[in-house]
């Protein structure tokens, strides 16, 4: 098989985490996610808690600024540092399946690119992340809208395309309509039928 590199990005509750290495699972492909930071620390010898900290971060503009094109922004730096390590891998011919990170803007020009999107109906997010996180539901509600705005401000930083936009991926899922399980299947399905026209 070809190289294919798997995009995932998500609401906060969609189970997009989940679904993204429940797919690579199936595919056999590496999972990357923040612990792409340990790796960065362990060749760089860097403290990866100091790292952690910036992750999938937005740039807190009043604490930064960028003169000549070079930002002081820890997390500009931590977002550059994940941005270089996915495309090395991707200049390697590597395949895997990443969440977050922008990934679908920076590995763009990659041929055999499947970017993704999930999304979910508020009430089974809630649900979830209730669930999963012991909140309640306020708390469910407000940790959702922060996270998600986050990543929005995150990614709309670093990326001419919108969070979220559909153009900017090749399948946007609503894990709610199927539930978390059979969307690895439907996406798994859909990843297998790709990669055999990409033959």
């Not at 931590?78 to 590597?94: I, M």
């Not at 895997?96 to 970017?115: H, Q, S, W, Y």
């Not at 109906?121 to 539901?137: H, N, P, T, Y």
Request: hydrophobic letters at 35%.
């Amino acid at each position: 098989m070809e190289q294919v590199i798997i995009t995932i990005s998500r609401e906060y509750g969609s189970g997009g985490h989940d679904i993204g290495e429940a797919l690579a699972k199936k595919l056999g492909l590496p999972f990357y996610d923040h612990n792409i930071l340990d790796q960065i620390a362990e060749k760089k010898g860097l403290d990866v808690s100091t790292l952690n900290k910036y992750d999938e971060t937005p740039r807190r503009r009043l604490m930064s600024r960028t003169v000549r094109g070079y930002s002081n922004s820890p997390e500009e730096a931590v977002a550059t540092l994940q941005f270089n390590f996915l495309r090395d891998l991707a200049q390697k011919g590597e395949s895997f399946v990443v969440v977050g990170r922008c990934a679908e803007t920076v590995l763009a020009e990659i041929d055999n690119l499947i970017p993704i999107f999930i999304y979910g109906d508020q009430d089974v997010k809630l649900a979830r992340i209730i669930k999963l996180r012991g909140m309640s539901e306020h708390e469910a509600l407000a940790a959702m809208k922060r996270h998600d705005s986050h990543r929005r401000n995150y990614h709309n930083h670093f990326c001419e395309c919108q969070w979220g936009d559909p153009q900017t991926y090749d399948l946007c899922v609503n894990s709610s309509a199927l539930g978390v399980e059979a969307t690895i299947d439907f996406l798994y399905d859909y990843v297998k039928r790709r990669t055999h026209n990409m033959q």
